[in-house]
Each structure stands twice: as structure tokens, then as C-alpha cells.
């Protein structure tokens, strides 16, 4: 899953759990190419370290850098990292959703037409919410 700085979805692919994290980072990452001109840096956990960041350089013909956010190696403990939190706030939002709380779909692209439904939700209620409070403002006025 890839998200904004807000944690709005941008590109999801769903696949089987068979493979590797990397693997689909790549999937999601082909699929995102050429629909966000403005974007050039992706953030990423240490999971996809490693050859996966010259791929995206390759892929993107250098546009895209993928930034590994890793934590602190000499602090102990909980630590707040940076951009970290944004993917599984939005994972958070996601499972509030009953349709998602269980794997009901049989094919990963029904999962993935379901995610996308509940993130189009989503953005929805927000307007819908930001709109009454412009409207009542006006009202007020």
C-alpha cells in the first residue's frame, strides 16, 4: 500500500502471502509509475532495503528517491520515528471498516476493489463533514 503524507491511498496491490514484502513493493510500486508527476520521495521501513531502492531509481529514471526511515539502533524501548506511523494509521482507518476486518474475498482483486471502496469512503465522509462546518459558518454569518 502506498500513501500520501496524510495517509490517503494512492496504489494498492493485494497478493498472495507467499510473497515476499519486497516483491509486492515492486508490484505497487509498477503500478503507481506515471499517475503522480510531483511525486519523488518514497518512505519506507527497513524491510525494503537494500537492492529495491536502485530499482525504484531505475524505474522511475531517477525521479523517485525511496528513503529507508529505520529507528534509532543505539535507543532502547518504544521510540516515535518519523513518517513511520502514516501507512498503519491509515491500515487503522481501514479496519474500522467490516467488510476489511476478516479476509471475506476470494480473489486478491476483489480485496483490492473493497480497500479502495472503503478509502473512497472515507474521503467522502470527510468532505461531507467539512462541508456542514463551511455550511454552518455561513449560516452563522
Given at each position: ?38 511525486l519523488r520521495v518514497i518512505w519506507a521501513d527497513g524491510a525494503y532495503a537494500g537492492k529495491l531502492i536502485l530499482w525504484v ?57 473493497m480497500l479502495y471502496v472503503a478509502m473512497i469512503r472515507l474521503m467522502l465522509r470527510r468532505l461531507a463533514q467539512s462541508h ?10
Amino acid at each position: 500500500m502506498i500513501v500520501d503524507t496524510v495517509g490517503l491511498l494512492l496504489a494498492v496491490v493485494v497478493h498472495s502471502a507467499g510473497l515476499q514484502d519486497r516483491v509486492g513493493a515492486t508490484l505497487v510500486l509498477i503500478k503507481l509509475r506515471g499517475l503522480f508527476p510531483r511525486l519523488r520521495v518514497i518512505w519506507a521501513d527497513g524491510a525494503y532495503a537494500g537492492k529495491l531502492i536502485l530499482w525504484v531509481q531505475t524505474i522511475s529514471l531517477g525521479r523517485w528517491l525511496l528513503e529507508i526511515v529505520s529507528k534509532d539502533p543505539q535507543a532502547h524501548g518504544f521510540q516515535v520515528v518519523p513518517h513511520r506511523w502514516v501507512v498503519e494509521r491509515t491500515f487503522a482507518w481501514l479496519g474500522r471498516c467490516r467488510r476489511l476486518s476478516k479476509d471475506y474475498e476470494y480473489l486478491p482483486d476483489s480485496s483490492e476493489a473493497m480497500l479502495y471502496v472503503a478509502m473512497i469512503r472515507l474521503m467522502l465522509r470527510r468532505l461531507a463533514q467539512s462541508h456542514q462546518v463551511v455550511h454552518v459558518t455561513a449560516l452563522a454569518a
